[in-house]
T-cell receptor
Framework: KAGVTQTPRYLIKTRGQQVTLSCSPISGHRSVSWYQQTPGQGLQFLFEYFSETQRNKGNFPGRFSGRQFSNSRSEMNVSTLELGDSALYLC?????????????FGPGTRLTVL | SQQGEEDPQALSIQEGENATMNCSYKTSINNLQWYRQNSGRGLVHLILIRSNEREKHSGRLRVTLDTSKKSSSLLITASRAADTASYFCATAANFGNEKLTFGTGTRLTIIP
C-alpha cells in the first residue's frame, strides 16, 4: 500500500496570507490527524477527523481549520498567517484513530512564514 | 502543551551499546506509543503498548509500561549508526478522545 502523502512538501508564505495543506491517507484508513511541530513547542495536536467528522480539536486559534472528504483525504487551512505559524505540519492516518491503532505519518509540509 | 516528559533529552552512545529512554506522563491512558523521527522528517511508528500490558518486544526494541508510576521506557539493544534519530513517546487518553499527546523527545546519537 502507498504511504501517507502530503502536499506540498515545502511552502513559503508571507504574513497575512492563507494556506491550504493536503493529506492523503493510506487506503482504507478513515482517521486522519494533524500535528504541528516547532522547536519551541514540540509536537502539538491540531485536529482529528473520522468519516468526515471532527472528533477532537487541539488548543489552536480559529485561524486553523480542517476538513475531511468522503474519500478520507483531508485538508487543513491556516488563515491570516503569522510568523509563529512557521512549522512542520504532519498528518497521520490509521484505520480507527490513535486510541485504537498506531499512526502512520506522512513526510510533512514545511511551512515558512516571512 | 506537552503531557509527557522524556529523559534524557539527549543521549550519545557507542555503536553496539544499549540505549534506554524514559517517558513520564500525567493522566490515565488507553495506550502509549513510541515513534522515531529522522532529521525533521515524518515520524515512524515503533511500538504501541496498551494500558493492560507491561512489556512488549519488537526486534531490538523493548518497551515497558508502569501505569502506577505513569512511566514507560524504550530500550534499544545492540545500537547501530542508523538508530541515530529523535525518539518520542505519545499517549492516547481514551476511546473517543482521539488524539496523541507527545513527549518532548530524546535525541539519540550513535557514535560509530
Amino acid at each position: 500500500k502507498a504511504g501517507v502523502t502530503q502536499t506540498p512538501r515545502y511552502l513559503i508564505k508571507t504574513r497575512g496570507q492563507q494556506v491550504t495543506l493536503s493529506c492523503s491517507p493510506i487506503s482504507g484508513h478513515r482517521s486522519v490527524s494533524w500535528y504541528q511541530q516547532t522547536p519551541g513547542q514540540g509536537l502539538q495536536f491540531l485536529f482529528e477527523y473520522f468519516s468526515e467528522t471532527q472528533r477532537n480539536k487541539g488548543n489552536f486559534p480559529g485561524r486553523f481549520s480542517g476538513r475531511q472528504f468522503s474519500n478520507s483525504r483531508s485538508e487543513m487551512n491556516v488563515s491570516t498567517l503569522e510568523l509563529g505559524d512557521s512549522a512542520l505540519y504532519l498528518c497521520a492516518s490509521s484505520p480507527s484513530g490513535p486510541s485504537y491503532n498506531e499512526q502512520f505519518f506522512g513526510p510533512g509540509t514545511r511551512l515558512t512564514v516571512l | 502543551s506537552q503531557q509527557g516528559e522524556e529523559d534524557p533529552q539527549a543521549l550519545s552512545i557507542q555503536e553496539g551499546e544499549n540505549a534506554t529512554m524514559n517517558c513520564s506522563y500525567k493522566t490515565s491512558i488507553n495506550n502509549l506509543q513510541w515513534y522515531r523521527q529522522n532529521s525533521g522528517r515524518g515520524l515512524v511508528h515503533l511500538i504501541l503498548i496498551r494500558s493492560n500490558e507491561r512489556e512488549k518486544h519488537s526486534g531490538r526494541l523493548r518497551v515497558t509500561l508502569d501505569t502506577s508510576k505513569k512511566s514507560s521506557s524504550l530500550l534499544i539493544t545492540a545500537s547501530r549508526a542508523a538508530d541515530t534519530a529523535s525518539y518520542f513517546c505519545a499517549t492516547a487518553a481514551n476511546f473517543g478522545n482521539e488524539k496523541l499527546t507527545f513527549g518532548t523527545g530524546t535525541r539519540l546519537t550513535i557514535i560509530p
